[in-house]
């Protein structure tokens, strides 16, 4: 993984690659050009499709350990969302990305570029509920959703347990707006977890380094001041959910508030803690997930 520099991370390279405005290129809809707006790739044998897409702060490399276990029974689909990895960033439009609908669209967009139906999503973190929204779009997409560490809200509300408290939530932006290399260095190692494994946590701070900082800040409000409870509610595909035993972005009262909200929901609680266990834990979500699908 490349180093997390400041000097490089905070170049001018930035304001090169995307500018923070409503008049952000917009790529019209084709197959080809959507593919290419995402950086998505598409491998396996299978006939059936299996579409992955990562949390904030990610890109697609983060499921090198558990897509490649399904390249037998589907075609596998990842893909970088707009701001992240390799996609286009100058077709960031932060108007769209404002609420989550803006990345379901383009979920939506990609399926239908490569011609998926009945197809499984499997999204980690705030991709839980970008995939949700996306089979409530168009439910013939999607015959089966994956959600890994999902959260409808973040902050408590009531007897709603999201995990933090407004207050708290508004000093996590804050410190972000401030000092992105500071959020990264001291926020990832938390999310990841596993201390006894530094590696994860470094792997994560490296990956939220390489972040465009303006898109990651705007990235950051959409997903933690987001509230998707409304959306949860009765769905054409079937469900599993995935939770880690420990998790501190995630907590275990979430993935149940999941459950109960949507019928005929599955939640499996993993042995593995911390948010990410596509890394920290693939083995154990490759069985999971192998045993839904």
């Not at 015959?143 to 933090?164: A, N, Q």
Request: hydrophobic share 45%.
């Amino acid at each position: 993984m490349l180093p997390c520099d400041p000097a490089s991370a905070l170049s001018n390279e930035f304001p090169a690659r995307v500018t923070m405005s409503v008049t952000s290129t917009m790529i019209p809809f084709t197959p080809a050009a959507t593919i290419a707006q995402l950086n998505a790739r598409i491998s396996g044998t299978g006939e059936r499709m299996m579409m992955f897409a990562h949390g904030f702060g990610c890109d697609q490399n983060m499921w090198r350990f558990v897509a490649p276990a399904f390249e037998i029974d589907f075609r596998t689909i990842l893909f970088d969302y707009v701001g992240a990895g390799g996609s286009d960033l100058a077709s960031y439009d932060p108007v769209k990305y404002a609420s989550l609908d803006g990345y379901a669209d383009d979920v939506v967009a990609l399926a239908r570029a490569y011609d998926m139906t009945r197809g499984v999503f499997v999204g980690h973190s705030v991709s839980a509920m970008i995939g949700l929204i996306a089979a409530k779009k168009a439910p013939e997409l999607f015959s089966k959703l994956v959600l890994i560490g999902p959260s409808p809200c973040y902050i408590d509300d009531g007897d709603y347990i999201g995990g933090f408290t407004r207050d708290q939530i508004n000093e996590l932006l804050e410190f972000l707006d401030t000092n992105h290399m500071g959020w990264s260095r001291a926020m990832a190692p938390m999310i990841m977890g596993n201390a006894d494994r530094p590696e994860l946590g470094e792997e994560l701070t490296n990956s939220f380094c390489r972040t465009d900082p303006e898109i990651a800040k705007q990235f950051a409000r959409t997903t933690f001041l987001s509230d998707n409870r409304a959306d949860l509610g009765p769905l054409d595909a079937r469900v599993l959910i995935l939770q880690c035993r420990e998790d501190i972005i995630a907590p275990t009262p979430v993935g149940e508030y999941v459950r109960d909200a949507i019928p005929g929901s599955e939640l499996v609680i993993l042995d593995a803690t911390g948010h990410c266990p596509n890394l920290s834990a693939p083995d154990e979500t490759i069985a999971a997930i192998k045993a839904f699908v």
